[in-house]
Nanobody
Framework: QVQPVESGGGLVQFGGSLRLSCAGSGRTFGSYAMGWFRQAPGKERELVAAVPWSGGDPFYADSVKGRFVISRDIAKNTVYLQMNSLKPEDTAVYYC?????????????WGQGTQVTVSS
């Protein structure tokens, strides 16, 4: 299974925007969705957003609803995360990973992720 590669992170000021890309995000056998996760220092990894392969309604964590938008380009085999109105609490390493039903991450290694830092 090809591991997807995350990119697009960086340093941005409070209220700014970034768009993350997850290239090579083809469907893992048996998976239900493709998700973006994040892990801040000292905290557990959490699901931020996910888009079902079926094209159903995406999932968003309450903390990012109304600010983040997940989308996918099937032809480019890429999933995006548009992040707007960024806050310092969005600072984290962001990862993409396929998930099973219930948005449980599939097995295998995580990628290197992409660092997002929001300054106040």
């Amino acid at each position: 299974q090809v591991q997807p590669v995350e990119s697009g992170g960086g340093l941005v000021q409070f209220g700014g925007s970034l768009r993350l890309s997850c290239a090579g995000s083809g469907r893992t056998f048996g998976s239900y969705a493709m998700g973006w996760f994040r892990q801040a220092p000292g905290k557990e990894r959490e699901l931020v957003a996910a888009v079902p392969w079926s094209g159903g309604d995406p999932f968003y964590a309450d903390s990012v609803k109304g600010r983040f938008v997940i989308s996918r380009d099937i032809a480019k085999n890429t999933v995006y995360l548009q992040m707007n109105s960024l806050k310092p609490e969005d600072t984290a390493v962001y990862y993409c990973k396929s998930t099973y039903s219930g948005y449980v991450p599939t097995g295998g290694n995580w990628g290197q992720g992409t660092q997002v830092t929001v300054s106040s």
